[in-house]
Nanobody, 114 residues
Framework: QVQLVESGGDLVQPGGSLRLSCAASGSLFSINTMGWYRQAPGKPREWVAITRGGITNYADSVKGRFTVSRDGAKNTVYLQMNSLKPEDTAVYHC?????????WGQGTQVTVSS
């Protein structure tokens, strides 16, 4: 059974950086997409970055500030977040869609505040 576990969320000042991790356990086959999403209080979940076929697309709100990377040996996907803004405050979730299933992690809280 596949599980996704996010970590790395924290309280950070505006302009700061964080790196989120998403560790996948279990066997993953036929991956279609890997993505990061976020949900702020009172708002719907929104996509942040989605990787398909080795190409990552970023939401306009994070483009140039966030970067996705992957360590295949560790089965871990990272989201490097720089120049953080208060509006980046949200619970961040990773997502993997395969030909057979749609997996979500439990989320990690990122709070950007002075």
């Amino acid at each position: 059974q596949v599980q996704l576990v996010e970590s790395g969320g924290d309280l950070v000042q505006p302009g700061g950086s964080l790196r989120l991790s998403c560790a996948a356990s279990g066997s993953l086959f036929s991956i279609n997409t890997m993505g990061w999403y976020r949900q702020a209080p009172g708002k719907p979940r929104e996509w942040v970055a989605i990787t398909r076929g080795g190409i990552t697309n970023y939401a306009d709100s994070v483009k140039g500030r966030f970067t996705v990377s992957r360590d295949g040996a560790k089965n871990t996907v990272y989201l490097q977040m720089n120049s953080l803004k208060p509006e980046d405050t949200a619970v961040y979730h990773c997502n993997i869609v395969t030909a057979f299933n749609n997996y979500w992690g439990q989320g990690t809280q990122v709070t950007v505040s002075s």
